[in-house]
């Protein structure tokens, strides 16, 4: 037995004392321009069975303090402090003596289960791995096996003992991340770090993996570190909250305290700035302006300061620690009640200011045209009836036909001037097709596609040119979407050139562009990598608002922002609908956004528009089983509320396009099908249920009955 | 997966009767056997070279005498030479001879450059790393034929070392060595160790390139995280998950360094003495032979069809995702 074997084993394993304990961590890689402060001193306790939310924006050093705390950083990166597990410091060790808490007594899952799982290996064998290794001698290689079927039935694998023997690649993503999360319970650990463990998977599909987290705490009563920026998911899963900014931890404290009354001005400005799902009027979103700091190169003070609007001097010059926050109750005494790295905190405390307030979020107005009754306002879109069908072919030299995948299966909808249609579902349903069949005005292999009462099959090459202008696009990645070697006065320029206008016209728009998005009119010769990527999204918005369109197609358009940039990006798209008027055809998978930004919701399923109507009627008053599903897989930042819902829990995945069920697409999935008797159950597998309602909401549901899965919010929250 | 590859091999036979044919078609061609004969001196009576061009084929047309020797073939005779000698009667020999240089040869070149990348891979940027580097870029850029005949000094460096002339660098075994199989064998290995290094440096080089980059993806892969999460320590995550992953690559460039193998195969036969196959093919072309030819490009052919379809065994072995 070695010396950790005989620390770990031993009487004093069960004590009571926190099972993690972070002290004064900081980390900092080399780069080009210098030393990067990735983490600088971070100081926080785990304690048995807690579930510790840390939460913060990319680069803010949340995923790098928990690889550090694994031992799972490269060599290249320098960490000091104090990383105490059981009370044994973990710093320093070597690598083999690491190996030997890795997995069996500190298990950690991953963000992207898609590339996590070792492609050469079955699952099961990848699962017994872990056994294996930390029971050699002890554990055989059948009773590993035998283990790894029961630990896949335990996350809900479906066939566990048939599954077993399948590649990564046979798994979808949310099935692999079960069996990720198998892989860190094997050996009954006494701390589990998930690292972003759903931003990767589909909201029904992070609610069923939130789930499995939650019974793998039950089963193994171990401490949780959970890291993400969804301040929703923390909201009903932690405890306690972590707050992390520039590598400092900001804000700490039990989480129902932090959403109540959050002490720092960057906590308040960021539970502002999400759309939030049971808004039952728009609210103004929260911006936070500017950017994170560089981590290279800090200025004294405090790190937010630059982007703070209750910045005043005293924050300047000293960064602040982490202050008790007035009238909390520190119980134990080692730093668990709720602190606020702000030295005017008090204050807070004592105005309790709206985000809206200390922010100044700006009110967007309605378009002039919403005062005009939808039916009489110009069909700028019209999609009727719209077929895609993709062959699946065999053979390389013979091609020959052995399937054909359904990706849209004869949609309808029409978007009228002035509106804004949210297009939602899961990966896979055909939203992303939808767009791009739109995009292409080429033939179609069913349905017609008419931009403003121009039916696209019906224009020749001169009349499709011209129709593109009048329909602009916005990319998801604001990265890959512009090209690095154009100077962005030329990406705004291009469209204006291709369709022909005088270069006088065109020096003249730019300029404007820049202006409407926000962006400074001097940055017109820089090029794309010298702006973030929230600024590059607003240059991807001003090229596809050059040529002045009626329309734009937004594919996905904040998904790659974080939410504190994400608030900005919305007001702008809110505020450019309002002065020009503009129609959106929005496409996302984030239903608050939607929520928030459109007037008018189609949500999809395999290829089917199943529920479509005004957003509050849709989102207030859902009837279609998969929409109640969708809504109430959404996690809502409020804990009170978010641990109160009823949620609906979808079995498994997405049945594959190619072979869809029969009659109603979704009664594989259906808990409302379920729970129906067998006579009444036909109509459902023999009959497509046909897109049918009343005033403007349909659905496509033989048994609806609406059921309200998001509460409202109250009109005095906070 | 039997199936497609069984219906591979199908195809292979197409491709190597097309090879074979341009092969033979490009010889016939241009070639003139009749014109050696011709300036003999003194020149030999118009019969007998007349009985030369009809014994050799040479009055009728190109596919008449390709469809003649490729009939011969499948009977097992690959046709006559121009000195009349028959040419399956030499192959095995000469077949032996290559195959004994190429297969060890691919077989140190793939070993010791894939262990090679891997190092150069862990140790990225390190002094180790540069080192592979440039080994690797200066046997790349330089010509089989001259890294060949530079080899032959650090062997004659050795043999003084040694006091004798263990490392032979002409030929393939001692002229009329008599003595029991394993002298044979001990033999034999003198005059291999050179030549066998001239080939299997080439392989190196070429293989711990790819090895490299095709490690550095998976170092930084989140598999091996989770391999290290689990429990493994650093060096098993990188043999048992980054290694046996890097290593799918590798199976389709073992078709394409195949081909590099048997240029060079051609020259380090010729200057190490070897009467190989390659050595046979300039043999060919000299003495203006097309059966010849045709016979050293048949087998060419086949040698680089089954590196291909080896490659393909090899891939669906190591990566699950091709397997259907």
């Not at chain 1, 050093?61 to 690889?67: A, E, N, R």
């Not at chain 2, 091996?224 to 650093?234: D, E, F, V």
Request: some cysteine.
């Amino acid at each position: 037995m070695t010396a950790a074997e005989t620390l770990f084993e031993g009487p004093d394993a069960e004590r009571a004392g926190p099972v993690l304990e972070v002290d004064d961590l900081r980390v900092s890689f080399p780069s080009e321009d210098g030393r990067v402060q990735a983490v600088r001193g971070l100081s926080y306790r785990v304690a048995p069975g807690e579930v510790l939310g840390i939460v913060g924006e990319s680069g803010s050093g949340k995923s790098v303090s928990s690889l550090a705390v694994m031992g799972l950083l490269p060599d290249s990166a320098r960490v000091t402090g104090s990383i105490r597990f059981r009370g044994r410091e973990l710093l320093g060790l070597s690598d083999g003596e690491l190996s030997k808490i890795r997995g069996r007594r500190v298990s950690m899952v991953f963000q992207d289960p898609l590339s996590a799982l070792t492609p050469v290996y079955t699952v099961g064998d990848q699962i017994a791995e872990a056994l294996l290794t930390h029971g050699r001698g002890r554990v055989s290689r059948q009773q590993a096996d035998r283990r790894a079927v029961e630990l896949l039935d335990l996350v809900g694998i479906p066939n566990a003992a048939a599954r077993a023997k399948a590649f990564p690649h046979e798994f979808s993503g949310g099935m692999r991340q079960r069996a990720v999360i198998a892989i860190a319970i094997a050996n009954d650990p006494d701390l589990i770090i998930a690292d972003e463990p759903t931003t990767a998977l589909d909201v029904t599909v992070q609610a069923q993996v939130l789930e499995v987290l939650k019974t793998a705490q039950e089963v193994t009563g171990a401490g949780i570190v959970i890291i993400t920026h969804d301040l929703g998911v923390v909201a009903g899963f932690a405890d306690r909250l972590l707050v992390m900014y520039a590598g400092r931890a900001v804000e700490t404290g039990d989480v129902h305290e932090v959403y109540r009354r959050p002490r720092m001005p960057y906590t308040l400005g960021l539970l502002g700035s999400i759309p939030r799902l049971d808004a039952a009027q728009k609210q103004p979103l929260v911006p936070i302006e500017g950017q994170p700091p560089s981590l290279t190169d800090l200025p004294p003070g405090c790190p937010f300061a630059p982007r703070c609007p209750m910045v005043v001097d005293a924050c300047l010059t000293e960064e602040p620690p982490l202050f008790q926050v007035d009238g909390s109750v520190d119980a134990t005494g080692d730093g668990t009640g709720h602190r606020a790295a702000c030295i005017r905190s008090a204050e807070i405390a004592e105005r309790e200011p709206d985000a809206a307030e200390v922010f100044g979020a700006e009110v967007i107005g309605e378009p002039e045209i919403a005062a005009v009754p939808r039916a009489e306002r110009e069909v700028v879109l019209d999609v009727a009836d719209l077929v895609k069908t993709f062959t699946v072919t065999k053979g390389s030299v013979f091609k020959r036909k052995v399937g054909a995948v359904h990706a849209v299966d004869g949609i309808s909808f029409d978007i009228r001037a002035g509106e804004t249609l949210g297009l939602v579902g899961e990966s896979g349903c055909g939203k992303t097709t939808t767009l791009m069949e739109i995009l292409g005005l080429e033939e179609l292999m069913g349905g017609s596609i008419s931009v403003l009462g121009k039916r696209a099959a019906e224009l020749d090459k001169a009349g499709r040119k011209a129709i593109r202008r009048d329909m602009q696009v916005v990319f998801q990645d604001p990265q890959a979407s512009l090209d690095p070697r154009m100077p962005i006065g030329d990406v705004l320029a291009e469209p204006m050139q291709v369709h022909g206008y005088p270069a006088a016209d065109i020096a003249k728009r730019v300029p404007e562009l820049l202006d409407l998005v926000g962006l400074r009119r001097e940055h017109v010769g820089r090029y794309p990598a010298e702006f973030s990527g929230g600024q590059r999204q607003r240059i991807g918005i001003a090229r596809a608002l050059a040529l002045n369109p009626r329309l734009i197609v937004l594919d996905e358009p904040v998904s790659a922002l974080d939410v504190s940039i994400q608030a900005g990006v919305i007001n702008l798209l809110d505020r450019l609908k309002a002065e020009l008027g503009l129609s959106y055809l929005f496409v996302a998978h984030d239903l608050s956004v939607v929520r928030h930004i459109a007037d008018r919701v189609a949500v999809m399923y395999l290829g089917k528009i199943v529920e479509i109507g005004d957003v509050d009627a849709v989102f207030g008053a859902p009837r279609h089983p998969y929409t109640q599903a969708l809504l109430s897989a959404i996690p809502i930042p409020d804990p009170v509320k978010e641990r109160q819902r009823e949620r609906i829990i979808l079995e498994g995945d997405l049945p594959s396009p190619a072979n869809p069920p029969t009659g109603c697409r979704f009664h594989t999935r259906c808990f409302l099908y379920a729970s129906l008797p067998e006579e009444r159950r036909r109509i459902c597998v023999e009959t497509e249920p046909a897109l049918e309602g009343s005033g403007d909401h349909s659905d496509a549901c033989h048994f609806a009955r609406s059921r309200a899965v998001v509460e409202p919010m109250a009109d005095d929250h906070r | 997966m039997i199936g497609f590859l069984l219906r591979r091999l199908a195809n292979y036979v197409v491709l190597c009767l097309a090879a074979t044919f341009l092969a033979f078609a490009l010889a016939s061609a241009t070639f003139d056997p009749i014109a050696i004969l011709q300036q003999r001196n003194p020149p030999p009576p118009a019969a007998v070279l007349d009985a030369k061009r009809a014994d050799l084929h040479l009055d009728q047309p190109v596919p008449q005498r390709f469809l003649t020797w490729v009939g011969g073939v499948a009977h097992g005779d690959f046709g006559r030479t121009v000195t009349d000698r028959s040419v399956v009667e030499e192959l095995p020999r000469r077949v032996g001879v290559s195959l004994r240089l190429f297969l060890i040869g691919v077989v140190l070149g793939v070993g010791f450059g894939v262990l090679l990348g891997v190092i150069s891979a862990i140790r990225q940027y390190r002094l180790s790393d540069y080192l592979a580097t440039l080994f690797s870029f200066v046997i790349l850029s330089t010509p089989v034929f001259v890294l060949g005949t530079l080899l032959k000094q650090p062997a004659q460096g050795f043999n003084d070392l040694i006091g004798t002339n263990y490392l032979q660098t002409l030929g393939e075994q001692t002229p009329g060595f008599q003595g029991s199989w394993f002298a044979s064998l001990g033999d034999r290995l003198r005059y291999l160790i050179v030549p066998t290094a001239t080939i299997a440096l080439g392989q190196i080089a070429y293989y711990s390139r790819y090895q490299r980059s095709a490690m550095l993806d998976v170092l930084g892969s989140d598999f091996l995280r989770t391999a290290q999460a689990k429990g493994l320590t650093r060096r098993r995550a990188l043999f048992k998950h980054g290694l046996r992953t890097a290593l799918i690559p590798m199976a389709t460039l073992f078709a394409f360094g195949f081909g590099l193998l048997i240029t060079g195969g051609t020259f380090t036969e010729r200057i190490f003495g070897w009467y190989g196959m390659g050595d046979w093919l300039i043999t060919g072309v000299v003495s203006q032979d097309a059966n010849i030819v045709a016979t050293v490009t048949l087998f060419i052919a086949v040698l680089v069809l089954v590196s291909g379809w080896l490659s393909d065994v090899l891939y669906a072995v190591l990566d699950p995702r091709v397997r259907v």
